[in-house]
């Protein structure tokens, strides 16, 4: 049975540690109290006057990244703790999206002490009641107050050295999006498949090429990929061995459905094993996260923060392409359309994660599902993407700027909306009725009547029933995360940038989807449909022109853990690829022929790709005294002075 770790009200911050840490200057400010409102939910107007000094934001100013011994003790591997809202809790805007009327959520500068952190927390007369340590989260309750007091309050928090991001936090009673020699059910797999009128239950395969992208499988190499759903059942057949999680927290709080298991079958479901399906990825290893809300604790209400917590545990644990078939356009209870105030918020929120992830040295693309469009007298309107939440509202334009080094363009560049498509037989599309469109939608892939892994309840015995059609953008998605992941394998040195590009890329795409044909399909245009084949071509002669960079680099500081994260930027583009190194230090990299900076922790050094040439720079040892933010959290649990002496210096 699931369960949720719930903060108490003893909890404090100053955990029983070896070392104390002195407040930093600057921080502590005195913060004016928010007003006090009604204990009930309310309704608020939107004010475009009142939502100025939240726009302001969008030029926020990025703070510098400084690491110190005294700020170790902040990076304890303690699970991850989430605010559990009441109903009372919960207010909306006028437009029905709701947020957490209560509690805001702060995100700490890299030099901020727990001295530091507290002081803010008393300085709000607030109560910690959520952490997420890698990422310097906290989530703080305060007296209740409205969404334009909350936003303002966190203005205030943004202009203290120690902040480097506030943001009111959202909750959405979000949902999943959904409405080889494998027997699947009926299949066809000649090259003539898509000339009939029936959809066979592999149709989706055919009609992304995902099959002939198969003829290069020698190319492929092991990936990694991210699945955050809604729980999954890792005895199924067709997933044995396939289903990993990011820790032993998440696998005790893993609570197997249907819906992950039909995500996860698409993307990674055994190949040549005589059962039920084939998934995309050969050999998949999935680490997968459970998102959902436990309603038999009560909890029926999803924040943004639970959502962008797996994702950071995923990418942690190794994941490049990570799978979000979930979203909120059907918690819209008014009009088709949000206010852009509360899209724009969203964007800052969830765009932090991204920007702070590719700071440390991490590289993926998130992959979410454009959503199912919004009930209204029992009839389903397809509506803008940019209604359904976490990913899909971020832009160039909107994304937040607080993070150095990581531009609001690097974190649109890894983000792939999906829309989905219906078969009208003949190898003709058109766009599902029930899917989200709009500007938003990056490409769009088969999204109804999708046969793949299913649960049925009874974990034992696995028959008819535990495999399933089911339609909804939930199922497109997971057909471009295993096309992207096939793509990024091929050479995990490209940037996730690049993997969009291939992907996404209207020369990489073969057939055209058609505006649906529905009168409740609001989004008008055509969309194209992602193409495998074409984009395993374009990542194989992408790499015509490469070379290979091999090298072994050295801490100055020899840190708990030994893997490296470092940075070749190219000095003709001015792409930043972002790599990590084996655990003896060792790495190799495919890259453009060409001229790059090596950066290893601030000390910098020229080298040269040379096309179809093995060049190895030999052994580079970082000059300054670093921290492995993964390795001093696992370890810094014992106590920090157990790190320290474990840590030599040179």
């Known amino acids: 049975m699931k369960k949720r770790r719930i903060l108490n009200t003893a909890f404090s911050l100053a955990l029983a540690v070896a070392v104390a840490a002195a407040p930093s200057a600057g921080c502590g400010i005195e913060l004016r109290k928010a007003a006090e409102i009604s204990s009930v939910g309310s309704v608020e107007r939107i004010d475009k006057a009142e939502s100025a000094s939240i726009e302001k934001r969008t030029s926020e100013t990025p703070k510098s990244v400084e690491i110190n011994s005294e700020s170790l003790e902040k990076f304890e591997n303690e ?9 009372e809790s919960i207010s909306t805007l006028e437009d029905s999206t709701a947020y957490i009327n209560d509690s805001v959520t ?20 607030g109560e910690i009641v959520g952490r997420v340590d890698f990422m310097n ?37 979000v949902q999943p999006d959904y409405v080889p020699d494998d027997p699947w059910n009926f299949t066809y797999w000649e090259d003539n498949a898509l000339d009939s009128a029936f959809p066979f239950s592999n149709w989706w395969i055919k009609a992304t090429d995902i099959d002939k992208a198969w003829d290069y499988d020698e190319y492929f190499s092991d990936l990694k990929v991210g699945i955050v759903d809604s729980g999954f059942d890792p005895e199924h057949e067709d997933l044995r061995g396939r289903i990993e999680f990011p820790d032993n927290y998440f696998q005790k709080n893993n609570a197997p459905s249907y819906h992950g298991n039909h995500v996860a079958g698409i993307i990674g479901a055994t190949q040549d094993n005589g059962k039920g399906i084939s998934g995309i990825v050969r050999d998949a290893d999935m680490i997968c996260v459970d998102w959902d809300a436990d309603e038999e604790q009560g909890q029926s209400w999803n924040s943004e923060a639970r959502i962008m917590t797996g994702f950071v545990n995923a990418v942690r644990a190794g994941a490049k392409v990570v799978n979000f078939s979930l979203g909120s356009s059907g918690s819209l209870k008014k009009g088709f359309d949000r206010s852009k105030i509360a899209k724009d918020t969203v964007a800052r929120f969830n765009s932090y994660y991204i920007a702070k992830m590719l700071q440390r040295g991490y590289d993926f693309i998130c992959c979410q599902s454009a959503g199912n469009g919004v009930v209204r007298d029992g009839i389903t309107y397809a509506i803008d993407a940019s209604n359904n939440g976490t990913f899909c509202p971020i832009t160039a334009e909107n994304a937040t700027k607080a993070v150095i080094g990581v531009s609001p363009q690097d974190i649109a560049d890894r983000i792939i909306i999906v829309a989905a498509a219906k078969f009208n037989g003949f190898n003709t599309y058109e766009q599902s009725p029930f899917s989200n469109g709009g500007s938003q939608v990056s490409i769009c892939a088969p999204g109804s009547k999708i046969y793949s892994a299913y649960y049925n309840g009874d974990g034992n015995e696995y028959n008819d029933c535990s495999y399933a059609y089911l339609n909804g953008t939930s199922m497109a998605a997971p057909i471009v995360t295993g096309i992207a992941t096939l793509v990024w394998s091929i050479n995990p040195s490209f940037t996730g940038a690049q993997v969009k590009r291939f992907v996404c890329a209207l020369e990489n795409t073969k057939y055209e989807v058609a505006d649906s044909s529905s009168e409740y399909h609001l989004p008008t245009g055509t969309v194209r449909m992602v193409n495998a084949q ?49 655990s003896d230090g060792n790495f190799t990299a495919k890259l453009p022929a060409g001229e790059y900076t090596l950066n290893l922790a601030g000390k910098r050094k020229k080298v040269i790709v040379t096309s179809g040439e093995i060049s190895d720079i030999g052994t580079l040892r970082s000059h300054n005294a670093t921290v492995d933010f993964d390795a001093v959290g696992i370890k810094m649990k014992d106590s920090v002075r157990d790190i320290l002496s474990k840590l030599q210096l040179y």
């Open 106 to 125: 702060v995100f700490f500068s890299d030099g901020a002490t727990d001295a530091d952190r507290q002081k803010i927390v008393d300085s709000l007369g």
């Open 534 to 582: 074409l984009a395993v071509e374009a990542a194989l002669r992408e790499i015509e022109d490469y070379g290979t960079l091999t090298g072994h680099l050295e801490w100055a500081r020899i840190t708990p853990n030994s893997f490296i994260d470092f940075t070749l930027t190219s000095r003709d583009s001015g792409t930043v690829y972002r790599m990590q190194t084996d």
């Open 79 to 87: 699970n991850d703790i989430f605010y559990e809202p009441k109903e």
């Open 137 to 173: 989260e906290l989530e703080i309750k305060i007296t209740r107050s409205d969404f334009y007091e909350i936003n303002s309050l966190c203005d205030e928090l943004m202009e203290n050295d120690c902040v480097e991001f506030a943001s009111c936090s959202f909750a959405e009673e």
